[in-house]
């Protein structure tokens, strides 16, 4: 079954190319018309997900200590990881050395119109912590939604054994399953949404909405994705003892959701749903620690602010020595642990830390028409980072309830 999914999916995929090479217009609006409707339909369902799964599973483990192990297992796993997508991207920029752009071209992107980061870094911190119940949830701040249902969702395991607290937990887990059996039905005709936005992407690229490349530069954030995805996160599933063969394979429908979607949190209803179905993920694990990885395990994204501050802060004369590289090290690690898990988060988030230390940041120009395919891949990155880390804990898990 799996097999015959993979080859409809693949095939679906081809179908999308061909569709999108064609360039006749009523296939290319058609198919934007599908792509858009599929990212709304998991966009909806991605929030309700993530609120109903950790206050539910928080009801059940309760503040103990399974619930500490999980969590200190999970955050261990995204920090080491994260930590090493950094240090890979700038072992790439040390050794693909991307030079600097011609003044003129840099000269050029200062009258174009630049999108800026609407608020500072601090003010991005701010908002992590919720003022009311609303807002996070029209805002999609799944950050915030992170700390109202841990306190939520710990408030009603600490609750004493009584008819309104059973009320409660059953309603939960009911909301649970109408969600995911709504998800199940979107997995099942997801075929069609590969092939719209497959369509998509080389309808635009053939567009030239991705046709300008700035060379070692791009090599440099694309071939550190790469090692990451393909060397650097099989090796941490098999030291846990795990097959990163049968793991990706069953993880390939939400990676490449993510790929195509550049959102890791609208994918996170497929990233949940394959974990369990397809790896065999314990329920309780799946649906802390994915929505948790959702918001805090960003490898592509420190790998992104890491190259892109150093090129940007290299094309303004700033001296890159070793401690200066090993400290914006640090900081890309930091700066990942909390961007939203949204288009163009980590481009928002490099614009408000350029513009921290005074950098001309004109040339963030220069790098937007290419940063969407760099977007689809670090997404996918992260969303097989996350499913790594989760297979992961349920598997250190596992031996621990044994022992």
């Known amino acids: 079954?799996?097999?015959?999914?993979?080859?409809?999916?693949?095939?679906?995929?081809?179908?999308?190319?061909?569709?999108?090479?064609?360039?006749?217009?009523?296939?290319?609006?058609?198919?934007?018309?599908?792509?858009?409707?599929?990212?709304?339909?998991?966009?909806?369902?991605?929030?309700p997900t993530i609120v109903v799964a950790v206050v539910t599973t928080l009801a059940s483990l309760g503040g103990g200590k399974e619930l500490g192990r999980i969590f200190r297992?999970?955050?261990?796993?995204?920090?080491?990881?994260?930590?090493?997508?950094?240090?890979?991207?700038?072992?790439?920029?040390?050794?693909?050395?991307?030079?600097?752009?011609p003044a003129s071209v840099i000269a050029a992107e200062k009258s174009a119109d630049l999108p800026t980061a609407s608020?500072?870094?601090?003010d991005h911190i701010l908002t992590v912590v919720p003022d009311n119940l609303v807002r996070p949830l029209l805002e999609g701040n799944?950050?915030?939604?992170?700390?109202?249902?841990?306190?939520?969702?710990?408030?009603?395991?600490?609750?004493?054994?009584s008819r309104?607290?059973?009320?409660?937990?059953?309603?939960?887990?009911?909301?649970?399953e109408i969600l995911f059996?709504?998800?199940?039905?979107?997995?099942?005709?997801?075929?069609?949404?590969?092939?719209?936005?497959?369509?998509?992407?080389?309808?635009?690229?053939g567009a030239g909405v991705m046709a300008d490349s700035l060379g070692k530069y791009t090599a440099v954030i694309i071939s550190g994705n790469?090692?990451?995805m393909f060397v650097v996160l099989p090796l941490f599933l098999l030291l846990a003892r795990l097959n990163p063969v049968r793991t990706f394979s069953g993880m390939i429908p939400a990676v490449v959701m993510a790929f195509f979607t550049k959102s890791s949190a609208a994918t996170l209803p497929v990233t949940m749903e394959n974990a369990e179905k397809r790896l065999g993920v314990n329920k309780k694990i799946s649906r802390f620690v994915l929505p948790l990885c959702t918001t805090v395990n960003m490898n592509g994204c420190a790998a992104f602010i890491l190259c892109t501050s150093l090129y940007v802060m290299q094309n303004n004369g700033m001296p890159l020595s070793v401690g200066t590289m090993l400290v914006w090290l640090l900081i890309s690690v930091i700066s990942a642990v909390g961007n939203a898990g949204v288009p163009m988060g980590c481009y928002f988030l490099t614009l408000s830390l350029m513009s921290g230390i005074g950098a001309d940041i004109s040339?963030?120009?220069?790098?937007?028409?290419?940063?969407?395919?760099?977007?689809?891949?670090?997404?996918?990155?992260?969303?097989?980072?996350d499913s790594c880390v989760c297979a992961i804990t349920d598997k250190l898990m596992r031996k621990k309830s044994v022992a």
């Open 181 to 205: 059996t709504l998800i199940r039905w979107l997995i099942a005709i997801l075929p069609l949404g590969i092939m719209a936005f497959a369509a998509q992407l080389i309808a635009e690229a």
């Open 73 to 101: 297992t999970a955050i261990t796993y995204t920090l080491l990881t994260t930590f090493m997508a950094a240090a890979v991207g700038l072992g790439m920029y040390l050794l693909i050395s991307p030079g600097n752009l």
């Open 226 to 228: 790469l090692l990451q």
């Open 1 to 47: 079954m799996k097999k015959k999914q993979i080859l409809i999916w693949l095939g679906a995929l081809v179908v999308g190319i061909v569709l999108g090479l064609l360039h006749i217009g009523a296939i290319d609006t058609a198919m934007n018309f599908i792509a858009t409707i599929y990212t709304r339909l998991f966009r909806l369902l991605a929030v």
């Open 142 to 161: 799944v950050l915030a939604l992170l700390i109202i249902c841990f306190a939520v969702g710990i408030a009603i395991s600490r609750m004493p054994e």
């Open 119 to 122: 608020t500072s870094y601090a």
């Open 164 to 176: 309104p607290k059973e009320i409660i937990v059953s309603g939960l887990a009911g909301v649970q």
């Open 363 to 385: 040339i963030m120009g220069v790098i937007l028409p290419i940063y969407t395919i760099i977007d689809m891949v670090e997404t996918s990155e992260n969303v097989w980072s």
